[in-house]
């Protein structure tokens, strides 16, 4: 009979960790998350050196590694996985994170009597986001995390191989996986923000299904985490815009037919579900998007 305690089922103890966009937000959340439950070492990545030690500073079990880095480019990446692979022999898991929202690109509001703004309010509105803008979204969300994936194969293939040999009635160790921050933005169709994110968003997906099948036969993993609201510099504008002042986590926070939940996604929240897919017990999870939004995706119109 196997032993069912948590304490075991989501054991993280000295895996090793790299995510990107370590630095602020999600990711910062996740990096502490895996250095309060005993992980080896945290690589963080991303462009801010300081708001990487930062997040050091706030991981008191002294596993989180700055390490600077623009996923926009190969050679910051290659850099980065020379950084990496100098400090340890492999990657267990490989968390893609780093994203940006880009300028909002919305439709201008109907007037109070609900007549639609003209088409060429629309236009204007649309039009005068600048292309490169757009791009720079897709550029960060979508590239940035494929060649994030590609420069760390060799140290996720290396962790594979370090997995004992199977033995008969034992669960054997999980594989070596990646886990792409994607968000619910990706399933829903009425833009809130932006066509840029919200097309992001959908590529992000599909690519952690691509990945998943792609690499199958290496024995790598793919998920992806598609989050609701949570608080971060990002979602900054929606929570002062909804008039909150903190992080919006206690029931009221949001209306029900915004978020059924009527709260913000935690840091609990968020740490439970990188645990989980961390550990031994996330181990037969490959090629899922894990929605983690409160219920939004159930009551938003318009989505997949
Ligand atoms: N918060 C939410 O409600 C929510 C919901 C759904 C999905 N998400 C997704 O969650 C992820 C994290 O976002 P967040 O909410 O935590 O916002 P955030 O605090 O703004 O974090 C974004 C991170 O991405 C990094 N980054 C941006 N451009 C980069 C680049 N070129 N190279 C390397 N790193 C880069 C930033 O670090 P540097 O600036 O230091 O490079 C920053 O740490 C994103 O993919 C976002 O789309 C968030």
């Given amino acids: 009979m196997a032993n069912l305690q948590a304490s075991r089922l989501f054991s993280v103890q000295d895996r090793v960790v790299v995510i990107t966009g370590g630095g602020s937000g999600l990711g910062r959340i996740m990096a502490r998350a895996l250095d309060a439950n005993n992980v080896s070492k945290v690589f963080v ?5 300081d708001a990487l030690r930062e997040t050091g500073a706030q991981a008191p079990n002294s596993s989180v590694i700055p390490v600077q880095c623009d996923i926009t480019s190969k050679e910051s990446l290659e850099a980065a996985y020379k950084t990496v692979a100098s400090q ?7 968390i893609a994170n780093s994203g940006i929202m880009g300028p909002l690109m919305r439709h201008p509001p109907p007037a109070a009597d609900g007549t639609l703004p003209s088409l060429s309010a629309v236009r204007d509105e649309l039009f005068s986001v600048p292309m490169e803008e757009f791009s720079n979204v897709l550029n960060v969300n979508v590239t940035g995390s494929y060649y994030t994936v590609l420069a760390f194969l060799p140290l996720l293939e290396a962790a594979n191989k370090r997995r004992n040999a199977p033995q008969a009635g034992v669960l054997s160790e999980p594989t070596a996986q990646v886990i792409i921050t994607s968000s619910i933005a990706g399933f829903i169709r009425k833009v809130p923000f932006s066509y840029a994110y919200n097309a992001s968003k959908s590529a992000t997906t599909h690519l952690v299904k691509m990945l998943a099948t792609n690499f199958a036969a290496y024995d790598i993993r ?12 990002m979602a900054d504008h929606i929570f002062s ?5 903190d992080a919006g986590i206690s029931d009221g926070s949001f209306p029900r037919d915004m978020i059924p939940a009527t709260r913000g996604g935690s840091e609990e929240d968020l740490a439970g579900l990188i645990l989980w897919l961390a550990s031994a017990s996330g181990g037969y999870v490959n090629g899922n998007i894990l929605v983690t939004d409160g219920g939004r995706l159930s009551v938003v119109p318009a989505v997949y």
């Fill in 88 to 94: 340890t022999s492999h990657v267990d898991l490989l």
């Fill in 45 to 49: 990545l991303g462009r801010r050196e």
């Fill in 222 to 233: 793919f998920n992806g985490i598609s989050p609701g609201l949570y608080y971060s510099d």
């Fill in 241 to 245: 815009g909804a008039g909150i002042k």
